[in-house]
């Protein structure tokens, strides 16, 4: 296991992959933790330097008392980079975690090359919504909402199998302050405007089955941005990366090459 202490602030931390390959982060989505890439990482290209950490209040990282702000997660993100001595990554973001890489593709370009946008946008959901998340989430646990939120997450046929209880289980351990704190980090987010200002190479992708962020929802972020690319992911909900991998893996596979990051 492998912790950063960013000014006080412990983030659990994982790299695959060559040490020396040019870098890809992961951030992932609100209630998981870094395991969610564990079906993508044996199935990108050898030579590449793949990190993936657990954000503040999930995982094993410490989780301080809430509300978190985006701009709190963003810097968290820009801290740990440099504390990695990282630079020009291809930063993939789900969810929670591509409202970090746009935030981060704001205002750090020296550290983010490219940005692939997965199951995300630029405004996720209502700030009613959020509170009521919160409210649940500190008064009664996630379990409360999780049957859900699991709906929206996955498909009815993965919902099946019995890899649903360990995701199941998954979200449901996860902190209820770090999960009701990054609720109130989306709820205080709307990034339309500094979304439509990036110039940069951009990577959209969708679930076609995806109940928190919606295909056509994902295309109107990802079209903010003037050559983004888009990719729907058949037969997927909210975490395409768990759902169809290689589908997934191919996806970001073609996008690096595009770019010549590998």
Not at 11 to 24: L, Q, T, Y
Not at 97 to 112: E, F, Y
Not at 165 to 171: D, G, I, K, P, Q
Not at 215 to 237: H, K, S
């Amino acid at each position: 296991m492998r912790v950063a202490d960013l000014n006080g602030l412990r983030i659990h931390w994982r790299e695959d992959g060559d040490p020396r390959g040019r870098p890809v982060v992961f951030a992932n989505s609100l209630g998981t933790d870094l395991r969610l890439w564990d079906k993508v990482i044996p199935r990108m290209p050898a030579g590449l330097r793949l990190i993936r950490y657990d954000k503040r209040g999930h995982g094993l990282s410490d989780c301080p008392p809430g509300p978190y702000s985006m701009g709190q997660l963003v810097t968290d993100a820009e801290r740990l980079l440099d504390h990695l001595e990282v630079r020009d990554c291809v930063f993939v973001g789900l969810s929670i975690g591509g409202m970090i890489a746009q935030g981060l593709a704001v205002k750090r370009m020296d550290q983010l090359r490219a940005v692939v946008l997965s199951n995300t946008a630029a405004r996720i959901g209502t700030a009613e919504m959020w509170a009521e998340r919160v409210e649940t989430a500190r008064t009664r646990g996630i379990e409360a909402m999780a049957d859900g939120v699991l709906e929206r997450w996955f498909t009815a046929a993965f919902r099946e199998t019995g890899e649903f209880a360990a995701w199941r289980n998954m979200l449901i351990r996860q902190p209820a302050e770090g999960y009701a704190g990054c609720c109130a980090a989306i709820a205080g987010t709307d990034f339309y405007t500094p979304t439509s200002g990036l110039r940069l190479p951009v990577l959209g992708i969708a679930g076609s089955d995806d109940g928190s962020t919606p295909a056509d929802l994902v295309r109107e972020t990802v079209e903010l941005i003037p050559g983004a690319e888009f990719r729907l992911i058949r037969r997927a909900g909210h975490l395409p990366c768990v759902e169809q991998p290689e589908a997934y893996a191919e996806a970001l596979t073609e996008f690096l090459v595009s770019i010549g990051h590998v």
